[in-house]
T-cell receptor, first 108, second 113 residues
Framework: GIQVEQSPPDLILQEGANSTLRCNFS?????LQWFHQNPWGQLINLFY???GTKQNGRLSATTVATERYSLLYISSSQTTDSGVYFC??????????FGAGTTVTVRA | DAGVTQSPTHLIKTRGQQVTLRCSPK?????VSWYQQALGQGPQFIFQ???????QRGNFPDRFSGHQFPNYSSELNVNALLLGDSALYLC????????????FGPGTRLLVL
């Protein structure tokens, strides 16, 4: 099956800092999503971005499908941005394959 | 408009027992997928239900089974529980099988002692 690797595994930020999270995948995909999992376990949809660039407030994402990677940018981080960020992809079937996640801790 | 709901929120069982978890999809959604998330890991796909049939299955043993009802709600059943089945079980719904996004419920935390 398709492999998804996320880096870095952990990220500690001071409030107001910017950061970049990376997702590499092993095969061509037709679906790529970024999620944020809050401390209570709820997965929240951030972006559907199989290619191109999107922005939503302080978050933006870019996927370069031909090079099999996606980046999630967090600008002016806030403590509420803390949690685990997951990249998930889908290729020729119906299941989402998730990476191991990046745990982000934003300190006040 | 209610999102995806799951019940119960928490559950404690002992080895060898059986458990049933429930999921109601978001209004207008007809496809339900189940995922298992062990501590410190990403969610792993268990199976997907559409039109009351299991349409795709991940790498999980037959102890894991499910059902989808005519109102699109779904159940996940796990028999002969093992300690390693302790995890967060997530349900996701979508308006069609190849929808762009899946919407996740809050999950059920299962602890097997």
């Amino acid at each position: 099956g398709i492999q998804v690797e996320q880096s870095p595994p952990d990220l500690i930020l001071q409030e107001g800092a910017n950061s970049t999270l990376r997702c590499n995948f092993s095969d061509s995909v037709n679906n790529l999503q970024w999620f944020h999992q809050n401390p209570w376990g709820q997965l929240i949809n951030l972006f559907y971005i199989p290619s191109g660039t999107k922005q939503n407030g302080r978050l933006s994402a870019t996927t370069v499908a031909t090079e099999r990677y996606s980046l999630l940018y967090i600008s002016s981080s806030q403590t509420t941005d803390s949690g685990v960020y997951f990249c998930a992809v889908r290729s020729n079937d119906y299941k989402l394959s998730f990476g191991a996640g990046t745990t982000v801790t934003v300190r006040a | 408009d209610a999102g995806v709901t799951q019940s119960p929120t928490h559950l404690i069982k002992t080895r060898g027992q059986q458990v049933t978890l429930r999921c109601s999809p978001k209004s207008g959604h007809d496809t339900v997928s189940w995922y298992q998330q062990a501590l410190g890991q990403g969610p792993q796909f268990i199976f997907q239900y559409y039109e009351e049939e299991e349409r795709q299955r991940g790498n999980f043993p037959d102890r894991f089974s499910g059902h989808q009802f005519p109102n699109y709600s779904s159940e996940l059943n796990v028999n002969a529980l093992l300690l390693g089945d302790s995890a967060l079980y997530l349900c996701a719904s979508s308006p069609k099988r190849l929808a762009e996004t899946q919407y996740f419920g809050p999950g059920t935390r299962l602890l097997v002692l």
